[in-house]
């Protein structure tokens, strides 16, 4: 074990001896939702100087997806500290992990996840200055997100402990979100069957509550394989898998007309030859389809596999396609999203110090906007409403979660407001207390919304309720081919 992740042990050990102090004299019987809010909201204050500390120590590891072996280890060992019980490399994925702490009904789970972005190394400071050039980064924030949600399970999890509340609770060790949709595998290896809620958070530039959302998204490589030859001499001996790659492009652009207007599709030449003068044998297309409905995305996929197809008969050449990947959008539950907005409400935002609004303003200079947003968006909620499908966004692997449990999200301020996600920006403002203060507002919404659920029975079964009103008529199916497993060697390109 590092030296820092011994020390960050021997911190957990310390904030377990604060912890008896605070909650000790209290006495065990049931409390009003107010006051069992402050005293979790306590317990979250108490342990988040030792999570801050983390989540400084997995920006640095900066590891992409399915390769975050300090990350994982490190988060590991701190809840083992902490008194949960840890089971590690779940559903075939080497740092998937599932930490739970009581036993019986509700199981409340919590999601984290701690891998980086590729070419996004940067140091937490307010001009492109790359840690190591080309490395990966934090773009994404999920070294706060890790951390954040494990911040809030330690703290209900020490609730649970001197309130003698019943019930399961459980923080997900997701791995590779950015594209390698390790939160699919868990939902296939059965790891939710017996969840009843699930909570999550993302890191962003406001504090919202997030209620469905999302675009569902298919992506793959594209292979073809031609016959190499001459290009000057025997150009007719060869069959360009280049030429290939380029018409199955030229078709997607024609296709982009012929789609629901919210649909992305986005691809790379990720290999076109190795010099001019020979006819490629081997070209690849890396490609990305998004849209707001799952069964939409399916239909426009079938239309690429055929574009790619077409592509291959024009060409001689032949066709295959691997490194599936597929993220469902988000079903929202509004039952639950009622008790969030509360919550988050309630938390509130903060508001920068004269130091981070420096860093603020100076880090805003880079974002070439003509009107920047204000510095109070860290202080205020935004009002609660349904996403708009039509509204551009991201994709994320909470969806297939969303699909088979009751599922609520958070987003909070962690970046500098105007921020983007996927960006140096981001993550530097993921690497300093801007970041770290949005974590803590994050992890007290959390924790504050798994004690109702812990404690209130009848919210578990407004949210199940809910969960079968969105499903009905509704099929989940992943575009992830069922025999396919994790692709380990994915780094998030």
């Known amino acids: 074990m590092r030296e820092d992740s011994r020390s960050a042990v021997c911190r957990c050990f310390a904030v377990g001896i604060l912890t008896l ?7 065990v019987q049931a409390q009003t939702s107010d006051a069992a809010h402050q005293q979790v909201e306590k317990l979250v204050e108490a342990n988040s100087a030792n999570w801050k500390q983390v989540s400084k120590e997995i920006w640095g590891f900066a590891e992409l997806g399915y390769h975050e072996n300090k990350s994982s280890a490190l988060l590991q060992a701190q809840l083992k500290a902490a008194g949960f019980s840890v089971e590690s490399g779940v559903a075939d994925e080497p740092t998937a992990f599932i930490a739970s702490y009581g036993e019986g009904k509700p199981v409340v789970a919590i999601l984290g996840e701690f891998d980086a972005l590729p070419g996004l190394s940067q140091q937490a400071v307010p001009e492109r200055a790359p840690v190591t050039v080309g490395a990966p980064g934090h773009g994404c924030g999920h070294n706060l997100l890790g951390s954040g949600a494990a911040l809030a399970a330690v703290a209900v999890k020490q609730y649970m402990e001197a309130n003698h509340v019943k019930g399961t609770l459980r923080y997900y060790g997701t791995p590779a979100e950015e594209g390698g949709s390790g939160k699919v ?6 790891l939710f069957k017996d969840v009843d ?39 007719d001996r060869g069959r360009s898998a280049l030429d290939a790659v380029m018409l199955m492009g030229n078709g997607i652009e024609f296709m982009r007309e012929h789609v629901p207007s919210a649909t992305r599709m986005h691809y790379i030449i990720s290999k076109g030859g190795v010099a001019p003068n020979i006819v490629p044998d081997l070209a690849q297309m890396d490609l990305m389809a998004r849209s707001p409905s799952n069964a939409t995305l399916q239909e426009i996929w079938e239309r690429i596999l055929n574009i790619a197809k077409g592509a291959a008969l024009m060409t001689g050449t032949t066709l295959e396609v691997t490194d599936i990947g597929s993220d469902a959008d988000i079903i929202g539950n509004d039952a639950l999203a009622q008790v969030a907005q509360k919550n988050l409400e309630e938390v509130g935002g903060y508001t920068m110090s004269a130091d981070e609004q420096k860093f603020a303003r100076d880090l805003q200079k880079t974002f070439g906007l003509d009107t920047l947003p204000s510095l109070d968006q860290t202080k205020l909620v935004e009002p609660f409403h349904k996403p708009d499908p039509n509204a551009p966004s991201a994709s994320t692997d909470v969806g297939d979660v969303s699909w088979v449990v009751p599922t609520i999200g958070f987003t909070t301020a962690t970046f500098v407001p ?19 203060d949005g974590m803590v507002v994050a992890s007290k919404a959390l924790a504050d919304t798994a004690v109702d659920l812990l404690t209130k029975p009848e919210l578990v079964a407004a949210a199940k309720a809910d969960f079968e009103k969105e499903l009905a008529g509704k099929t989940y199916r992943s575009a992830i081919p069922e025999g396919q497993k994790p692709l380990i060697d994915y780094r998030g390109k």
């Not at 595998?185 to 059965?190: D, F």
């Open 21 to 27: 102090c605070l909650v000790g004299a209290l006495p």
């Open 197 to 235: 809620v699930v909570l999550h958070w993302h890191p962003g530039d406001r504090n919202a509550v997030i209620d469905g959302g999302a675009l569902a998204v298919t992506s793959a490589k594209f292979t073809f394989h031609g016959i190499a030859a001459h290009a000057a001499m025997a150009p």
């Open 418 to 436: 105007g921020a983007a996600a996927h960006t140096w920006q981001a993550a530097a403002s993921a690497g300093m207390a801007i970041g770290q």
């Open 185 to 190: 595998y868990m939902v296939r290896a059965g």
